[in-house]
């Protein structure tokens, strides 16, 4: 079998004998911080060596295998497996340093949920510095979570139920022998495995684990779970398919004092797949607890709490609060849709940066959201403008670490026909229609691929996007773009977990119609065009905050496309069953009904 990153194991023995293998690489000095690392199941420690490698170069790191594993003994009954002999290996690994030193603990899934118990463990205290697991709720916590969720109907209840589900394979587990001639007939292999599938050959490993469960699953768990001092930091791949986001995030809640939740990219073992983004975060909780130094995106997700130990503003998905402790970016959100949007992301639980070319505007959106209990800010942004973007995104990286929700909302109307529509025209709806979402999407995708962060894009299309008419050939093109742009990128990007939805809103009662600029004519007759069609929208009467709900709740809902309105639907079904008849009302100028 391969040692992790080919060091050989120093052995020490746990209280009942069992003799437990570490691996240890050391850090760039004596003094420097100690990271232990716990694998889950069906692992070894051969399955933090991205992590390792990547932790090296600042810390010093042990990773051992836990009993039963790797070339950890076994020990001789199922009870040496129970959660109180495994704090005793831990024990044991701890004895290989100074005495008292404090160390780091980071753990996955089975490796979790032991560095929960030790977080929690009285006779631990002192000697746990911070806690990062990665799918790996307490035990207790998930019991807790579990029974409060089910007296609560509506979403509380889903979660847990949608959570039970992931769990069924728990019950397999807790079979007598079928779970071990499911291992020997190799059904469970491809349910496990992971882009490294060395580090899962072993069968007498896959049998031996199985002890955890039947060991620890059946125990009557505390009715009032353990609180820890200890500054926890929770990593949940929204892609799991074994611990939902859910309970990873909100059942330690009431239990921790100093509590980092984080949604991230990927799937149960992301830590063989994105190493670096588990090495990246478990150092800024490190840098934070011995030093200090507070990593923006670290920073901004903790959770609130009014007084030490008070009940702490959720950061989940609370009931009517899908969005809280996320940040969503609105461009052109000081009118229109924009705003409107922009309110129903703060309503929803968002904070809120205002991007607008009118800066005033976007300090009065800003207030509003402000009014609503979340945070906001206005910032100026010409969505023309390549470089004001590149800009912008720097600002979010320093001031906030990450965005959650891009809505590329900020647009202009173009009216006329092709052959009056000059070189300049184009350019102008084209940078601000177009480009800006190209912008906006390429930096702030690359950021959330490379952090390993699930993000949202929201692109504001138009019904002309597939409604093609003599009236709008600039402003129907360039929308046309932005949502075939969307749908691609919706299939780019999803590997990664990023949402990327489309929004074809129709005739929605805003500021456009009377700042749509019809080509070829002078101020007279363009103003003449223009009043004509502010009344035709006033008649329709749909509001930018209807719109701005179904918005949202099709971005809650991952949606590739929002129709919003029964015209936006009626267009693309004519668009899809009766193009023949809607090649004919595109030759009607819409400008003069």
């Known amino acids: 079998m391969t040692e992790p990153r080919a060091v050989q194991p120093q052995f020490v023995s746990s209280l009942d004998g069992t003799r437990i293998a570490v691996y240890e690489t050391r850090g760039p000095s004596p003094d420097s911080p100690v990271v232990v690392c716990i694998h889950g199941y069906p692992d070894h420690a051969g399955v933090w060596d991205g992590v390792v490698e990547a932790l090296a170069a600042r810390f010093r790191v042990l990773a051992y295998d836990v009993r ?22 831990f024990r044991a690994v701890l004895g290989l340093l ?42 207790d916590h998930a019991g807790h979570w579990m029974r409060e969720g089910l007296r609560h109907p509506g979403r509380r209840m889903r979660a847990v139920l949608a959570q039970q589900r992931r769990s069924a ?65 929770v990593l949940a791949p929204v892609a799991d398919r074994f611990v939902t986001p859910a309970l990873q995030l909100d059942a330690p809640l009431p239990f921790t004092h100093r509590f980092f939740p984080r949604r991230i990219a990927g799937g149960h073992w992301i830590l063989t797949q994105r190493p670096d983004v588990i090495a990246t975060a478990t150092a800024q909780l490190i840098d934070l607890v011995e030093s200090a130094v507070a990593a923006p995106s670290l920073r901004r997700c903790e959770v609130k709490r009014s007084v030490p130990h008070s009940r702490p503003r959720r950061t989940g998905p609370g009931r009517g609060q899908p969005f809280a402790g996320q940040l969503a970016l609105v461009t052109g959100g000081g009118s229109g849709i924009g705003r409107a949007t922009a309110l129903e992301f703060a309503r929803r639980g968002a904070d809120v940066l205002i991007a607008d070319i009118d800066e005033a505007a976007a300090d009065q ?58 070189a300049a025209d184009w350019e102008r709806i084209l940078d601000v229609n177009l480009h800006s979402v190209i912008h906006g999407c390429r930096l702030f995708a690359s950021d959330w691929v490379t952090a390993g962060h699930p993000g949202r894009i929201v692109n504001i299309a138009s019904a002309a996007a597939y409604s093609p008419s003599r009236t709008y050939p600039a402003y129907a093109t360039t929308k046309a773009g932005v949502l075939m742009l969307t749908q691609c990128l919706r299939a780019e990007l999803a590997v990664h977990q990023i949402g990327v939805t489309a929004v074809c809103p129709g005739f929605v009662d805003t500021n456009i119609s009377r700042t749509t600029s019809h080509v070829g004519l002078d101020e007279a007759a ?55 008849l809607q090649r004919t ?8 009904l």
């Open 526 to 580: 363009e103003r003449v065009k223009q009043d004509r069609a502010v009344r035709s929208y006033r008649r329709r009467n749909y509001p930018p905050a209807k719109a701005a709900r179904r918005i949202v709740a099709g971005v809650e809902a991952n949606k590739p496309v929002v129709y919003v309105t029964a015209e936006a639907v009626a267009f693309r079904l004519l668009d899809r069953l009766l193009p023949g």
């Open 585 to 592: 009302i595109a030759r009607v100028d819409l400008t003069e």
């Open 169 to 233: 394979y728990i019950g397999l587990f807790l079979l007598p022998k079928v779970p071990e001639l499911a291992w020997r007939a190799r059904l469970l292999d491809r349910a496990v495995r992971t882009s490294r599938a060395d580090y899962r050959r072993d069968l007498r490993e896959k049998l031996n684990g199985l002890n955890l469960y039947r060991a620890n699953m059946r125990i009557r768990r505390r009715d009032v779970p353990r609180r820890t001092e200890v500054p926890v930091q």
């Open 98 to 139: 100074p005495e008292g030193r404090a160390v780091h603990l980071l753990g996955h899934d089975w490796g979790g949920i032991q560095a929960w118990h030790f977080a929690t463990e009285p006779s631990l205290a002192g000697r746990i510095a911070s806690l990062t697991t990665v799918s790996g709720p307490s035990l």
């Open 68 to 89: 039963g594993a790797g070339r950890s003994q076994a020990p001789g009954s199922r009870a040496g497996y129970e959660l109180d002999r495994l704090a005793e290996d």
């Open 365 to 422: 959106v800003a207030d509003e959201v402000r009014a609503l209990g979340r945070s906001a800010q206005a910032l100026r942004l010409d969505v023309a403008d390549e470089q004001g973007w590149a800009e912008l995104a720097a600002l979010i990286r320093t001031d906030f670490g990450h965005l959650d929700v891009l809505v590329n909302n900020a647009g202009i109307g173009m009216a006329g026909s092709f052959l009056q529509t000059e």
